[in-house]
């Protein structure tokens, strides 16, 4: 079955950044899109970045030149750089897996989260 493991949360000051990581199995890693969404605390869920098969990227506004999606196919893992950390970027970030961009989120495949916090 789909799994998926978030790791390399944590906490850091402003500025500084962070790296996740994505461990996937149990499907055909190359053949799927994959996602990052957040939930910060009283907040909706949020997507911060989207990958796709050919390697094609989407951002959320919020994350737009900070963060960088990217996925290694190889090691069947997703990543994501964060930098120019906020304290609004504090959430739990969690990973996605779905057959087309458009369903990322809707798919039910997730991770079970990786908590980052910024402190100003």
């Known amino acids: 079955q789909v799994q998926l493991v978030e790791s390399g949360g944590g906490s850091v000051q402003a500025g500084g950044s962070l790296r996740l990581s994505c461990a996937a199995s149990?499907?055909?890693?190359?053949?799927?899109?994959m996602g990052w969404f957040r939930r910060a605390p009283g907040k909706e869920r949020e997507g911060v970045g989207f990958?796709?098969?050919?390697?094609?990227?989407t951002y959320g506004h919020s994350v737009k030149g900070r963060f960088t999606i990217s996925r290694d196919n190889a090691k069947n893992t997703l990543y994501l750089q964060m930098n120019s950390l906020k304290p609004e970027d504090t959430a739990m970030y969690y990973c996605?897996?779905?057959?087309?961009?458009?369903?990322?989120?809707?798919?039910?495949?997730w991770g079970q989260g990786t908590q980052v916090t910024v402190s100003s």
């Open positions: 996605t897996a779905a057959r087309t961009i458009a369903t990322l989120g809707l798919s039910g495949y």
């Open positions: 149990g499907y055909p890693f190359s053949s799927y899109c």
């Open positions: 990958i796709d098969t050919d390697g094609s990227t």
